[in-house]
């Protein structure tokens, strides 16, 4: 299976620190509200996720969602999430470190597709 969403070494020893510190995690691809189009990581308490969320995958054990509409736009592009120095204006966990995570991604070759790992719409996990 080829993963829809992966993350840097780097970002992930954040997403460790962070999880020390607020315990369970998710991500949330924002839609362009307060940060731009940023990837969001919040604890899994203060973060509802709703039916219209699409689940793309895991990364560093975290579930990793954006809404089903904009979806439609990223579904033949592979997600990284990767961090970069500055403040996001979000409520993202990372802020105060005085970075901010990011998403880079790259299209899937036509041989990828039909491999691609399946999302689950709405809020229901496996």
């Known amino acids: 299976m080829v993963k829809r969403v992966l993350i840097t070494p780097e970002a992930e020893e954040v997403v460790h620190r962070l999880k020390a510190e607020h315990g369970d995690l998710l991500f949330h691809q924002s ?3 307060c940060d731009g189009s940023a990837p969001m990581c919040f604890s899994v308490n203060d973060y509802r996720v709703g039916d219209n ?3 793309l995958g895991e990364i560093a054990g975290c579930s990793f969602y954006m809404s089903r509409e904009q979806f ?3 579904k033949h592009t592979q997600l990284i999430i990767d961090i ?3 403040r996001g204006a979000s409520f993202s966990l990372e ?9 880079k991604s790259r299209l ?3 041989e ?3 491999q691609l790992e399946p999302v689950l719409i ?3 996990e496996e």
Do not use: Q
């Open 31 to 33: 839609g362009g509200c």
């Open 53 to 55: 969320d699409v689940k």
């Open 72 to 74: 439609e736009y990223w």
């Open 84 to 86: 970069t120095k500055g």
């Open 95 to 103: 802020i105060p470190l005085g970075i901010r995570f990011l998403t």
């Open 108 to 110: 899937f070759s036509d």
């Open 112 to 114: 990828e597709l039909p």
């Open 122 to 124: 709405g809020a229901g």
